[in-house]
């Protein structure tokens, strides 16, 4: 799962237009954000099997980021954070929390059982990146679906369309490039760490340019 997990960041901004949508664009990959600071830091470890079907990636030790432990703490956290920081509303914070919490979920149905319970504990998954083509109808699917709701709320707003959907046709090209593009196979490194860092804060950046406010002909005075 790559950006299929902004879906969830389309689907709570449909639901809580009071959230930045950087925020939840940052939320809905915050797992792996961490993830990869944590490869650059060294505190946890990946490699790349070219020989496996769908993601190539081999994630034998991610506890601090991808245990469903750690990614309650992670939840909460950014939850606490936002409405502390940015004031948002409580029902805003919570979405954000939600979204964070999305990316375990989604995890959970694509990765192999590399998923632990709580660090050092069981490893769950169901493996749907053995079978990459209903893997990718299932990231495609969710991008159209939850990307549709988010038009249709900006529309609702008064808010242009086209900033959602170049947005959302960046993050499929952006899924085309990825796997046109595979890893070499080992282990990976800082620098791979640091570069797939930098894509998703790019994104963070773009998602920013989409709240920009704008608003279109007969739009009602209804603030997102």
Sequence with gaps: M????????????????????????????????????????????????????????????MPWTHSLAAVLAWSLGAALLVKLILRLPHWASAVVGLTVFSHWLLDLLVHRPDLELWPGGDKVGFGLWNFPVPEQALEMGLLAICGAAWVASRKTLGRFAWPAIVFIAFLVTLQIVAILSPQPAGELGPESGATILAIYLVVVALAALTDLRGKSKGASNVQP
Excluded at 10 to 16: H, M
Excluded at 20 to 33: F, V
Excluded at 43 to 60: F, I, K, M, N, Q
Aim: neutral net charge.
């Design 2 to 61: 790559f950006v299929g997990h902004y879906a969830a960041a389309f689907a709570a901004k449909a639901i809580a237009p009071k959230a930045p949508m950087w925020t939840l664009a940052a939320a809905s990959q915050l797992i792996d954000i961490g993830w990869s600071s944590f490869i650059i830091a060294g505190l946890e470890r990946a490699s790349v099997d070219p020989a496996l079907p769908g993601s190539t990636l081999v994630l034998y030790q």
